[in-house]
């Protein structure tokens, strides 16, 4: 049995349908970049491969044998198939794996970033899901995520972690009060008035960056905030915050069950905000391209 078939390759198979496709070895060879002898000696080769013609030869035209028409149809389908498989893979490897957390409104956030790189990078696809804060940082460290996206207070796990990040979106702080409180008719407050006030925080052996960060933003009042109900997650803290006396820092994208006895105003002199993080061992360009679509 001749086994020459067996060294045909990519190559051949490429050049054998140009010259059937342009009608000519000249045009195969211009479409190709090829000379026209190199593009000759292909096909003789493969026709010696195979050990039967595949075109029929004259002076003025080019045709194809039975059997090159039985193997152009075979080939064709093959080489649509690898250039539908490279079109794939390259449109995966031009993705972006990306996290949201799944207590945050996206709308108020990123759907202004996937604009703006829908914009400068239209072939870029962006993979979103949502998940916890944990599960994103968890799987950000692992490289199961290109980016994520984490309320501000979680930059000191990202920095622990030697990961990077930059503000995603940022505005005035706020505070959900009950709405009996004394300052829940008041459009705005300041961070010096809720120096005596109880705060409902996030568990401290899950998010430790939440009363970190409520610790520091008193620090120059000389105040240690006093942190009294204590939520295990965020998502939690999202369906049953119903405050009796205690109050809950948040940010303008935090996505609160609205309740009648539950009101949010704004801190006017602190802010916060969405922050976004990404490992730097396995910075992609097109994260770069995506970062500075929002800087």
Known sequence: ???EWLSITINQM???AAVVEQGGFLAASMCLH???SAVSK???RLEKQLETPLFRRTTRSLEMTEEGELIYGQWKQVLLQMEQAYALLKRKKSALKIGLTSTTRPERYFE???RKCRECMPDLTLDVESEYMTELEKKLLHGE???VFLPDFERYFIEEHQMQWKWAARSNAYV???SFHPLAGRSSVCMEELLG?????LRHTMTPGYERDLRERFEKYQATPKCTNIYHNANTLRHFFVPEKEVLLVDAFYDYIEHPQVVCVKVEDAYNGIICAWDPKRRREAVAHMLAAFS
Request: avoid cysteine; charged fraction near 25%; hydrophobic fraction near 50%.
């Open 1 to 3: 049995m001749n086994e």
């Open 34 to 36: 090829m000379t026209q």
């Open 112 to 114: 202004e970033i996937r």
């Open 14 to 16: 490429t050049v054998f």
């Open 176 to 178: 959900l009060m009950p």
């Open 145 to 147: 995520y290109d980016l």
């Open 197 to 201: 006030e109880e705060f409902a925080i």
């Open 42 to 44: 292909s096909i003789a």
